[in-house]
């Protein structure tokens, strides 16, 4: 069973930055996409950022030219760089890994509480 551990969430100031780490039990490789998703209290879980495969990525409205999704092959680590937080991005962050083949195999990490204060 593929383990997703997240760490990096905290309490930062609006403007603030943080960095979260997903480090995965097995070779990131073995993944077709990766990516960070985020849930606020009373709405739907939304994805942030996804990085596919070959290298390729995709963010969120709200999130480009402020947040940056990368990898660490070596490390069996995707990153999560979010800088200029505001209060709206106030959330719990899952890193979440797909296998795609014939069907969907869908992995989820446990959370990080990420709370923006203004």
Not at 17 to 41: D, H, K, N
Not at 51 to 63: F, Q, V
């Amino acid at each position: 069973q593929v383990q997703l551990v997240e760490s990096g969430g905290g309490l930062v100031l609006a403007g603030g930055s943080l960095r979260l780490s997903c480090t995965a039990s097995e070779s990131i490789s073995s993944f077709t996409v990766m990516g960070w998703y985020r849930q606020a209290p009373g709405k739907q879980r939304e994805s942030v950022a996804i990085i596919s495969r070959p290298g390729s990525t995709n963010y969120r409205d709200s999130a480009k030219g402020r947040f940056t999704i990368s990898r660490d092959s070596a490390k069996n680590t995707v990153y999560l760089q979010m800088n200029s937080l505001r209060p709206e991005d106030t959330a719990v962050y899952y890193c979440n890994a797909d296998i795609v083949k014939s069907t969907l195999v869908r992995y989820w990490g446990q959370g990080t509480q990420v709370t923006v204060s203004s």
